[in-house]
């Protein structure tokens, strides 16, 4: 739905937004939709670490209530209630938005792509921070990059994968572009709530899902269900949250209350990614160790034919809208150049240090 929609049928918007004064009176009280559980390690507790940064940094007049995926709208939905007015922000995944706009993967995580710090590079530096608000303008939102994994984990399952040939008629929570490409191995990809995995392993709606890393699956008790995890996680080299702010909501505050709201975000980018980084090896350790989990590095096979047809999907997707196919020119330039340093730096630097 575009922003002029939103807007136009947006009595309602706007009175939530004046319900609660925020265009007038200070200190000014935002809701805030979380697409995670409630004080889940690393997104759920990054969420309230910006809210906390809000905050102290406006010295109380900027006050953020984190409400948790279904407290005020369902996990897939943020951005919507974001857009309509009924929460005045929302941290949640760009590509639940996908739907709207194939653009809106580019924002998140691409397979094959980017790594965290080229993300951020491509966001901050890249051009690509402009072209995430022309996007998020036409459905009336502010994006600001507020988190990001690092590489993630290949996926559980319930049965070992041998070779593309098991992937056959399986169903896998695979969200974006991922689960595309493992439609192409001839797998049927769900998009199902973080919340809601454990219970779709073990009842049988899945075969096998993507969470996050160990630190997180862990957490989510997925070594109960499965005992299968895969390496490395192709379909999310380092994926980038999104805090997304009312766009009108935005255009109200003063430079400097969009100056805290955006430095408590990038603070959030850098203090989730290192969250990730110290606790991911630890927990890895403690899924093999006591949960006897097996980890598995995924067959060549599968990760070549992968590799083969990857630049067409990516490609084929965004064509199927002029703005994407602008953003995708704009994010595959930027990671032609930051594949060329990479050889030049870290991939040489990875190789010596062993």
């Given at each position: 739905?575009?922003?002029?929609?939103?807007?136009?049928?947006?009595?309602?918007?706007?009175?939530?937004?004046?319900?609660?004064?925020?265009?007038?009176?200070?200190?000014?009280?935002?809701?805030?939709?979380?697409?995670?559980?409630?004080?889940?390690?690393?997104?759920?507790?990054?969420?309230?670490?910006?809210?906390?940064?809000?905050?102290?940094?406006?010295?109380?007049?900027?006050?953020?209530?984190?409400?948790?995926?279904?407290?005020?709208?369902?996990?897939?939905?943020?951005?919507?209630a974001?857009?309509?007015?009924?929460?005045?922000?929302?941290?949640?995944?760009?590509?639940?938005?996908?739907?709207?706009?194939?653009?809106?993967?580019?924002?998140?995580?691409?397979?094959?792509?980017m790594?965290?710090?080229?993300?951020?590079?491509?966001?901050?530096?890249?051009?690509?921070?402009?072209l995430?608000?022309?996007?998020?303008?036409?459905?009336?939102?502010?994006?600001?990059?507020a988190?990001?994994?690092?590489?993630?984990?290949?996926?559980?399952?319930?049965?070992?994968?041998?070779?593309?040939?098991?992937?056959?008629?399986?169903?896998?929570?695979?969200?974006?572009?991922?689960?595309?490409?493992?439609?192409?191995?001839?797998?049927?990809?769900?998009?199902i709530?973080?919340?809601?995995?454990?219970?779709?392993?073990?009842?049988?709606?899945?075969?096998?899902?993507?969470?996050?890393?160990?630190?997180?699956?862990?957490?989510?008790?997925?070594?109960?269900?499965?005992?299968?995890?895969?390496?490395?996680?192709?379909?999310?080299?380092?994926?980038?949250?999104?805090?997304?702010?009312?766009?009108?909501?935005?255009?109200?505050?003063?430079?400097?209350?969009?100056?805290?709201?955006?430095?408590?975000?990038?603070?959030?980018?850098?203090?989730?990614?290192?969250?990730?980084?110290?606790?991911?090896?630890?927990?890895?350790?403690q899924?093999?160790?006591?949960?006897?989990?097996?980890?598995?590095?995924?067959?060549?096979?599968?990760?070549?034919?992968?590799?083969?047809?990857?630049?067409?999907?990516?490609?084929?997707?965004?064509?199927?809208d002029?703005?994407?196919?602008?953003?995708?020119?704009?994010?595959?330039?930027?990671?032609?150049?930051?594949?060329?340093?990479?050889?030049?730096?870290?991939?040489?630097?990875?190789?010596?240090?062993?």
């Amino acid at each position: 739905m575009k922003r002029r929609t939103f807007f136009k049928a947006g009595a309602a918007a706007t009175a939530a937004l004046a319900s609660t004064s925020l265009l007038a009176n200070t200190p000014r009280k935002l809701r805030l939709a979380s697409s995670w559980p409630k004080n889940f390690p690393g997104i759920g507790t990054g969420v309230e670490r910006i809210a906390e940064r809000i905050k102290v940094l406006s010295n109380g007049t900027i006050n953020v209530q984190v409400y948790a995926a279904g407290e005020l709208v369902p996990s897939l939905e943020v951005m919507d209630a974001v857009s309509a007015g009924s929460a005045h922000m929302g941290h949640t995944s760009s590509y639940y938005a996908i739907g709207k706009n194939p653009a809106f993967n580019f924002f998140a995580t691409i397979p094959f792509g980017m790594t965290a710090n080229e993300h951020y590079a491509w966001i901050r530096y890249g051009g690509g921070q402009q072209l995430w608000d022309e996007l998020g303008a036409e459905f009336g939102v502010k994006p600001l990059l507020a988190g990001n994994t690092g590489p993630q984990m290949g996926g559980w399952f319930v049965k070992k994968i041998d070779d593309a040939e098991d992937l056959q008629g399986l169903r896998l929570r695979y969200p974006g572009l991922g689960g595309e490409l493992l439609r192409h191995l001839g797998a049927t990809p769900v998009n199902i709530p973080g919340g809601e995995l454990f219970t779709a392993l073990q009842s049988g709606t899945v075969d096998g899902v993507e969470w996050i890393s160990p630190w997180n699956d862990l957490a989510f008790g997925l070594q109960r269900v499965c005992k299968h995890y895969y390496y490395p996680g192709f379909h999310e080299p380092g994926h980038g949250f999104a805090l997304y702010i009312n766009l009108e909501l935005w255009n109200s505050f003063s430079k400097e209350e969009q100056a805290i709201i955006a430095a408590a975000a990038e603070v959030e980018n850098s203090a989730m990614l290192g969250e990730y980084n110290a606790h991911n090896q630890s927990s890895l350790e403690q899924l093999i160790k006591e949960h006897e989990v097996q980890t598995h590095k995924w067959p060549e096979d599968i990760l070549s034919r992968l590799a083969a047809i990857v630049d067409d999907v990516i490609a084929d997707d965004a064509a199927r809208d002029p703005f994407a196919k602008k953003v995708y020119e704009s994010w595959k330039s930027f990671l032609d150049s930051q594949k060329q340093w990479a050889e030049t730096a870290d991939i040489p630097y990875l190789a010596i240090r062993k």
